[in-house]
């Protein structure tokens, strides 16, 4: 056995990558924006598409919003609520049937604060607000960073 094959383990470049040795990464980047999130310029953006129903309602087939943040780990959070809002605006137009007017375009196209006010209401402790940043699922720490999340909110 030559030094090259022995120190490859028998691998060349065909059976390399067929291996998962080399130039492939099955795993997941930890940067992976979330579903409907991109960055123009500095500051990130939603977009989803409108339901194929609604497009003649809506009178566009996508819905751009910014949301007005350079911040990933803020994006990240805001996205889920405007995408909620969408949503919520989607279903209402389908419950409306064909009934919707020049209003529901008007709705549509501004952010509603539903989401958030529903949020800003309830009444949370420091200590629940400070479990559920910890415990968000969204978000991938180490196990060194968590320990110092949670000695800093003690």
Avoid at 26 to 39: A, I, K, M
Avoid at 101 to 113: E, F, H, L, M, Y
């Amino acid at each position: 056995m030559s030094p090259i094959t022995f120190a490859d383990h028998g691998l060349n470049d065909s059976n390399r990558a067929q291996n998962g040795k080399a130039n492939c990464s099955p795993e997941v980047s930890p940067n992976r924006l979330p579903c409907g999130l991109w960055r123009r310029g500095a500051v990130y953006q939603y977009r989803t598409r409108v339901p194929a129903d609604l497009i003649a309602i809506v009178g566009k087939p996508r819905i751009n919003r910014s949301l007005k943040t350079a911040s990933l780990a803020v994006a990240r959070r805001s996205v889920r609520e405007i995408a909620c809002d969408i949503e919520r605006q989607f279903d209402a137009l389908r419950q409306a049937g064909g009934a919707a007017t020049v209003q529901d375009r008007v709705v549509i196209a501004k952010p509603s604060p539903v989401c958030r006010t529903s949020f800003t209401s309830c009444s949370l402790t420091f200590a629940e607000v400070c479990e559920r940043y910890l415990t968000d699922p969204t978000i991938s720490r180490t196990s060194k960073s968590s320990i110092v999340y949670r000695s800093t909110f003690a």
